[in-house]
């Protein structure tokens, strides 16, 4: 492919190619201080590629292609090129990847802990990362957290920050502006501003945590904690899996270990600073 | 009739994980995790200890638990060992 860059995020590694050259200046802009793969070889390869020859130059639209493959992945307006690749390296990770229980959750760490986030788009686990990164935790992933069946630690896997609709006002308000990508108008899932972590989110991406408390954030409700239970954090943690089936019996061991030993909250919130207190006052008690 | 009898997978075909508030049972043999409460758990240790007919697992079970009754609890168990022969967990022989 004309244009391309290499590029490592936590333990995976990606080759993107596109046809275009803006998507990857935006990707060697945002991802600049980001590793190499180790021996130069990527696991996963993304590529941009005009739906049709000609489309390249007329009225262009994105085709996310790879090494795994979704059959209905619609074709993106060129505009939001960025997000097709980010949305490709996403998605080569969610069908892909074996090493580790990947769980479809935000991460953050303190004090060598873990705080594990959950829920569905919309429920806030992503901007709530990313505040947090903003405020003494370090960022480990708005997206995915991967659980190291052998160990039952959490590693990194902090690509840029997804940030969608009002979330991108927040964390402007919160970090620098040279960390931010081009503002993308209109996408499939609303207006969309990616955020590059931090620098200690980047520098520390290969040290892995335990996990310390898990919690299934929902924005947009009175405040609220609820426990939860073991048998409801396991069968939620199952649906928050993309390989859990693959995985087989290390996927069930490192779940059960994950739900008995980290305690587990529902909390509802309405607004991000009472969603930070909430987690202050679970950390200090739990965690 | 002679009343069926029924055999449980072996103990290292399946891990039975007791949680707080259900039982999770991983089946080797077929990849799936399924999620069950009581009886379910009970019934199943029962036949863990050999084969046996729906008499003889009431009898085992009523050694360790009050069964208000014993009419009921056998209805109930033989709808359990059904939904178990389903699911690959429990044979009917």
Redesign the interface.
Known sequence: MKHRIMLRIGPASFRIGSAWRQPIADLARLYAAYPQPVDGVADFTVRLEPTRPWRRFIRPSVFIGGDHMLADAAPMALAHGLLAAEMGMNMQMALGWRRHVLLHASCVEKDGKALVMTGESGSGKSTLAAQLGERGWRLMGDEFALLEPETGGVFAFPRLVSLKNQAIGVMQREAPEGRFGPLMRDTPKGDIRHLAPGAEAVARMDEGAMPALLLFPRFGFAPDIREV????A??RL?QASTNY?TL??AG??AL?RF??GVPARAIDFDSGETAIGMIDRLWAELA | MAESRYRAEQGADI?V?P????T?I?H?RS?Q?H?VVSPVPEILAALAEGEADVPAILTRLARDYDLDDPGEARAGIAAHLDELVSLGLVTRI
């Open positions: 239970g073991q048998g409801e396991f069968m199952t089936v087989g019996e069930f061991s059960t739900v008995t | 891990i994980q949680l707080d508030d259900v999770l991983y080797r990849g995790t999620i």
